[in-house]
């Protein structure tokens, strides 16, 4: 909904002044319901998002509305597996070869890849067998919250 907003690129640009972020070292993760409708504003505003230096994730790929044509039309810098994917790792089942497809996508199009929820070193292990580089999950860490963010 923030993303939508007529005032998101100002008020982007403002926290970074205000702040003094470095926007290099920040990423956008936008899900694929987002760009289920006005693909030419969306792709307007990740545009201004990456010329402001920030770097753009397309968030759960493969359980939205993305279709592929879209992909081809977006300024991403990677894709996020979504964990269902990641879950159903079984050999021979769907979620592996949909997740080994997934990852040769993102890297034909020069995209970094990262599997979410990876919970298992056997996960870890089948994804690293299938490519990719990039992870995350309580394998490797909880969230955390520091007491003084709120």
Known sequence: MQFRRG???????H???HTGANPNHLRFELTESLIADDIDFIVAQMEALRALGLSISLDDFGTGYASLAYLTQLPLDEL????AFVNDLDKHSKGELLTKTIISLGRSMNLAVIAEGVETQEQFKRLQAMGCEYFQGYLFGKPRIEPDEF
Not at 7 to 13: E, H, P, T
Request: hydrophobic share 45%.
């Open 7 to 13: 005032d998101f690129l100002s008020r982007v640009q």
């Open 15 to 17: 926290i970074l002044e």
């Open 80 to 83: 996020k597996i979504d964990r």
